[in-house]
């Protein structure tokens, strides 16, 4: 997507915490990275708008990568928002492809919206990307899913895929997605179900075990966002402090400067592993006054 709407030295926006890959992927295609912080209140993230109207503004940002629903703070952005932001790239001719790998996974109480669905008369501008891939739990295919409206973006698109060599699924990876999206309609309910159940063991633990730790409670994914600054105010201690426990969480700093003192923890395991790795934060946390 980054050669299909930016040439090198192009400026792309991305929020800050993302996901790695949102900011690697734009310096190593050569493009200069520019962030917005998104700001938290009252325990979820949100869009700052204007700072994303001035760094468009100041950066002539060409290409805005969304993340939605998104990671690591696991907000499913509404309608509304979704729509004050494709106002603004239209005002500012940005181009915007989503992520929106999560969506299959979005919890109860929340609606997730398709960027491409709100797009109309922008679909020449608006690319939205996913995979079965987090929902079953089958990275490993390497196959993904491309969707576009506009017919010359489209064959943009399967030009640039042509020249990347990445054209065709394997016999394997297209199996694999068709089982998925076919027959895997019951498991998928389950998996939310039990996933759901684990987020709310978590938030209680945390609460009753840990309660300096701010928990942000996730609208989709089994992903949970921890401010964990009462313990420690250095990154590198506080992944240190954990793994001296045998807790392997993600380093908050990786998704970018906003995850300073953050931890992100993932709950999509069998109970069992979950309670050993939440004592196990507790032994961590215990001298440091708990």
């Excluded at 050569?30 to 708008?49: N, V």
């Amino acid at each position: 997507m980054m050669n299909v709407f930016t040439e090198v030295g192009d400026a792309v926006l991305v929020n800050d915490p993302v996901y790695t890959p949102f900011m690697s992927k734009v310096e190593q295609n050569g493009r200069t990275l520019i962030t917005s912080s998104l700001q938290e209140s009252e325990g979820k993230y949100h869009l700052d708008l204007a700072d994303i109207e001035a760094k468009i503004i100041e950066h002539d940002v060409k290409l805005y990568l969304v993340c939605n629903p998104q990671n690591p703070g696991g907000r499913v952005w509404t309608a509304d928002e979704l729509n004050a932001v494709l106002d603004l790239c239209k005002k500012h001719d940005v181009a915007i492809v989503s992520d929106e790998i999560h969506q299959d996974l979005t919890l109860r109480g929340h609606t997730f919206t398709p960027f491409l669905t709100l797009a109309q008369g922008y679909e020449h501008k608006v690319v939205s990307l996913t995979s079965m891939t987090k929902t079953f739990n089958i990275a490993g295919i390497k196959g993904s899913l491309i969707f576009a409206k506009d017919a010359a973006l489209i064959e943009k698109i399967s030009l640039q895929q042509q020249l990347n060599d990445e054209y065709e699924l394997n016999l394997f990876a297209y199996t694999a997605m068709h089982s998925a999206y076919r027959e895997g309609g019951e498991w998928l309910a389950q998996l939310l179900v039990y996933i759901e159940d684990n987020i709310e063991f978590t938030l209680d633990f945390l609460a009753d075990k840990l309660p300096k730790i701010k928990v942000m409670r996730p609208e989709a994914s089994y992903l949970i966002w921890l401010d964990c600054s009462a313990y420690s105010q250095d990154d590198e201690q506080l992944y240190d402090i954990l793994r001296a426990a045998k807790v392997e969480l993600n380093a908050g700093i990786k998704y970018g400067e906003e995850g300073h003192l953050k931890m992100r923890i993932n709950v999509a395991c069998p109970r069992m592993l979950l309670e050993a790795g939440l004592a196990r934060m507790v032994m961590a946390f215990e001298g440091l006054g708990g």
